[in-house]
């Protein structure tokens, strides 16, 4: 627990108010209370660590570890079942598809060859099960918004070769920022007075929810976690076999910075220690430097391995106090505030950390339709074992950028607005503005904008070739 005497007199007074309320809040359990006014009692004491920015150095290849550095595979596939009967896969799956126009569930988006993101992952782990005779079980960590609809969606794996578990994450009353109040308790009683607390909670939950002591007995000693949406999170043994190798306890998957992941967060060591530095935590004068490619040049890929035991241990321990991202929202006029923690900030407490440089093609998330378009274009390719591959045919290593206008944000306009979807593998760069529709079969490369003049459709023909071009007018195709 916080202690309260870190506390002024004022907020003590508050935390306390703060209990009695919450103690009334029925919808959730005595775990989630104590969570809660942990989580708020350690915000409220201002333990937030502050980076002295002359104490960051950059890790070394022994803590961040280059992928070909990696210890060798053994080549026998009684070895390889080994390994995979210690592992559990998870992943995060409490955010819903609202960003881009869809109902329930994000990984319940269609990604391609009408498979969606939690299709793809079954069929990743059924082919890993039937060809090793393994049972690598799937987890998936709902929040209460995905909860239910998954619960459905799940039902139609019942004859697959795979354990399926789900859990939930907490649900925690979002806090009314003028009066530190729950909102829940202001007569706000829908789903809007509460909020999921990130992913960090994934070890707090994963342990109250009996899934840990379970998979432990079963003689589990890894979990994989990664986002569902993060279509390169794919199982890799060579990872797993280091870290039982070389016994760490938990090691991020970082890789090279381009141009489009400045704000994303890096390894630093920091007074002997492996941690993630978060643009939230860069004092002002130092967020250039922070998203320069130069010093810091890896960033987190949120796919995480992570020892069951050592998590057991420390939230027993009540170790894991990872730095809090407050993150302030409105509800119906009301300003909230929402505390929240990242499972890759608890690299810090786990013994033997480290990080993995892994390839990039390990980081391809979709989180919005221009990364649909991506996926479901010629650039990839979609393996009968549910991989996402890219096209060795690209010469370029990195993949086009994409900028489509708002009439493309959600789905179904999206795949209204493209006859097919264009062939792109030897494109720099593509921005459409404007009332914008593709024909079949068309070809970009290089560089190409597409700007409909307000007011005008702009149909872009069945077959055409564009190549280096700014299209304002049928005229200019």
């Known amino acids: 627990m916080a202690t309260a005497t870190t506390l002024s007199p004022a907020d003590a007074e508050k935390l306390n108010n703060l209990k009695s309320a919450v103690a009334g809040l029925n919808q959730i359990s005595e775990n989630e209370k104590s969570g809660f006014i942990n989580l708020v009692g350690r915000y409220l004491s201002g333990e937030a660590q502050h980076i002295d920015w002359s104490k960051?150095?950059?890790?070394?290849?022994?803590?961040?570890?280059?992928?070909?550095?990696?210890?060798?595979?053994?080549?026998?596939?009684?070895?390889?079942?080994?390994?995979?009967?210690?592992?559990?896969?998870?992943?995060?799956?409490?955010?819903?598809?609202t960003t881009m126009g869809c109902t329930g569930p994000k990984s319940v988006i269609e990604v391609r060859n009408g498979l969606t993101f939690l299709d793809l992952i079954v069929k990743q782990i059924e082919a890993l099960n039937a060809k090793f005779g393994c049972s690598v079980p799937l987890l998936l960590m709902n929040s209460f918004n995905t909860h239910d609809d998954t619960l459905k969606i799940v039902e139609k794996y019942a004859n697959?070769?795979?354990?399926?578990?789900?859990?939930?994450?907490?649900?925690?009353?979002?806090?009314?920022?003028?009066?530190?109040?729950?909102?829940?308790?202001?007569?706000?009683?829908?789903?809007?007075?509460?909020?999921?607390?990130?992913?960090?909670?994934?070890?707090?939950?994963?342990?109250?929810?009996?899934?840990?002591?379970?998979?432990?007995?079963k003689g589990k000693e890894y979990v994989f976690v990664a986002n569902s949406d993060n279509l390169g999170a794919i199982?890799?043994?060579?990872?797993?076999?280091?870290?039982?190798?070389?016994?760490?306890?938990?090691?991020?998957?970082?890789?090279?910075?381009?141009?489009?992941?400045?704000?994303g967060g890096t390894l630093i060591?920091?007074?002997?220690?492996?941690?993630?530095?978060?643009?939230?935590?860069?004092?002002?004068?130092?967020?250039?430097?922070f998203k320069s490619i130069e010093k810091f040049k890896i960033f987190n890929t949120n796919n995480l391995w992570v020892s069951l035991s050592a998590i057991k241990r420390l939230v027993e321990a009540d170790a894991l106090k990872m730095e809090i991202i407050p993150n302030p929202k409105e509800v119906d006029g009301v300003k909230v505030l929402q505390l929240e923690t990242a499972?890759?900030?608890?690299?810090?407490?786990?013994?033997?950390?480290?990080?993995?440089?892994?390839?990039?093609?390990?980081?391809?998330?979709?989180?919005?339709?221009?990364?649909?378009?991506?996926?479901?274009?010629?650039?990839?390719?979609?393996?009968?074992?549910?991989y996402v591959i890219r096209n060795p045919a690209r010469s370029n290593p990195s993949n086009p950028?994409?900028?489509?206008?708002?009439?493309?944000k959600k789905v179904a306009n999206f795949l209204g607005r493209f006859k097919s979807i264009p062939s792109i593998i030897d494109l720099d760069s593509l921005k459409v503005t404007g009332d914008v529709w593709f024909g079949s079969s068309v070809t970009l490369k290089g560089k190409v904008t597409v700007a409909a003049k307000s007011g005008v459709k702009l149909e872009i023909p069945d077959g055409a070739v564009i190549a280096n071009k700014d299209i304002n007018g049928p005229e200019d195709i």
């Open 56 to 97: 960051i150095q950059t890790p070394t290849d022994e803590v961040v570890v280059p992928y070909d550095k990696l210890a060798p595979l053994s080549e026998d596939p009684a070895e390889t079942k080994k390994l995979l009967d210690k592992l559990v896969v998870l992943k995060l799956n409490g955010g819903l598809g």
């Open 160 to 217: 697959s070769n795979i354990d399926i578990h789900t859990f939930n994450q907490s649900q925690y009353p979002r806090l009314v920022t003028e009066d530190f109040a729950p909102l829940p308790c202001k007569g706000n009683s829908g789903k809007d007075g509460w909020y999921p607390p990130g992913h960090g909670d994934v070890f707090p939950s994963l342990m109250n929810s009996g899934k840990l002591d379970a998979l432990l007995a």
């Open 235 to 263: 199982v890799d043994l060579k990872i797993l076999n280091h870290l039982i190798l070389n016994k760490n306890e938990y090691c991020m998957e970082v890789t090279p910075k381009t141009l489009a992941d400045v704000k």
């Open 269 to 289: 060591s920091y007074e002997g220690k492996v941690q993630l530095l978060e643009i939230a935590q860069v004092p002002d004068e130092h967020v250039n430097e």
């Open 343 to 386: 499972a890759g900030a608890a690299i810090k407490f786990f013994d033997r950390a480290i990080g993995a440089n892994v390839p990039r093609s390990r980081f391809l998330p979709v989180k919005a339709t221009s990364d649909l378009l991506l996926v479901q274009s010629d650039l990839y390719t979609l393996t009968d074992e549910g």
């Open 401 to 408: 950028s994409i900028e489509l206008g708002p009439e493309f």
